[in-house]
């Protein structure tokens, strides 16, 4: 897997501590030799209240999950998560993550390859 692979999916592994996301921003700029604001760590609105902003995460954690290890398009998972439009949820994880979704599915596609090559070996 290439090395962005597996930053994400270190990245997909820390908890939604915002001092963790703020970290692993720096590290991943580090690593990939971008200035920080290139990594936009989530950071919720002033009106949403802490509650909402829980509630947004975990909304982010589940999204992920699905997107890697399911087949699920970005349209029925926004919908099961309670989105209006699949765009929502596309901008929080961009925003979040600085990753759009169509990454999550490729770790999916690389994780799929990766099991058919061991299984003809």
């Keep these: ?3 962005l692979s597996h930053t994400t999916d270190r990245l997909m592994e820390i908890r939604l501590d915002s001092r963790k996301c703020i970290r692993c921003a720096v590290q991943l700029s580090n690593e990939f030799k971008n ?3 290139n990594w936009r760590p989530f950071s919720p609105d002033k ?3 802490d509650f909402e902003i829980v509630q947004i995460q975990q909304n ?3 999204a992920k999950e699905l997107l890697v290890y399911t087949e ?3 349209v029925q998972i926004a919908k099961v998560l309670g989105y209006n439009r699949a765009t929502e949820l596309s901008k929080l994880l961009l925003n979040y993550t600085g990753l759009p979704s169509g990454h999550f599915r490729r770790i999916r596609k690389a994780k799929l390859d ?3 090559k061991r299984q003809k070996q």
Excluded: A, D, Y
């Design 1 to 3: 897997m290439t090395k």
């Design 35 to 37: 200035s920080g604001p």
């Design 47 to 49: 009106e949403q209240t």
């Design 60 to 62: 982010l954690e589940k």
């Design 72 to 74: 699920h398009s970005i």
């Design 114 to 116: 990766m099991i058919k």
